[in-house]
């Protein structure tokens, strides 16, 4: 995994609890590299995994929001990072739609190395839009969250579910329902 989803969940750990805290959890998982992560390197995705599982002991969270929590916080900082992604889309429906087949695109030509999802989207009624998430590593909670954090980024009224379709070990799968709200 990318270097820049470890450095900034350890920013978000520090402004939000304090660099006490972020030395505790580095501390706890026991890293190789003692959480020296630079954003264009490439480290194992267990790490993260091994840092959110430290968090939630430290804290009494359970992992799965603070995950989710991370990705809500995630969208926000791409949106200053990447500001050339947010130009073209007007709402959440066309941005979503754009993962696939632009933004994780434009992600692998920066970072060949890059492990990414793989999204399905489909339109089943005009305010609706359906999500189904695969992956190897297992991140749906942090889908679920960039999800949370795009919908509040268009300041939208959209409702949110998910239904947890498989988790096997070799590939989770997970179908998010987005339906816009009567305002
Ligand atoms: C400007 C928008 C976005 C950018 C720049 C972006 C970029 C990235 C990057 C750099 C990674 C790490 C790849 C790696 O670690 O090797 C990643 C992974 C991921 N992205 Fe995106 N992403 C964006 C939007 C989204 C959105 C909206 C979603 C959710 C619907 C999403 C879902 C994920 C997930 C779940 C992963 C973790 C890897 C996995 O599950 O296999 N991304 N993305």
Do not use: W
């Amino acid at each position: 995994m990318k270097g820049i989803v470890f450095t900034e969940f350890l920013e978000m750990v520090e402004s939000q609890l304090g660099m006490e805290m972020a030395d505790r959890i580095i501390t706890a998982a026991a890293l190789p590299n003692d959480g020296a992560y630079t954003a264009v390197g490439t480290y194992d995705h267990a790490e993260l995994v091994r840092l959110v599982v430290a968090l939630s002991e430290a804290t009494g969270t359970p992992a799965a929001s603070l995950v989710r929590g991370f990705g809500v916080y995630l969208f926000q900082r791409f949106s200053q990072i990447y500001p050339g992604f947010f130009t073209s889309a007007s709402g959440s429906f066309e941005f979503l739609g754009h993962i696939e087949n632009h933004i994780h695109v434009e992600v692998r030509k920066l970072y060949p190395e890059a492990e990414l999802p793989t999204f399905f989207c489909e339109r089943p009624a005009p305010d609706q839009l359906s999500l189904l998430y695969s992956s190897p590593r297992g991140f749906a909670d942090l889908a679920e969250g960039l999800i949370q954090g795009c919908i509040a980024h268009f300041s939208e009224s959209i409702a949110l579910s998910r239904v947890d379709l498989a988790d096997d070990g070799a590939e989770q799968r997970v179908q998010f329902h987005l339906v816009q709200q009567p305002r």
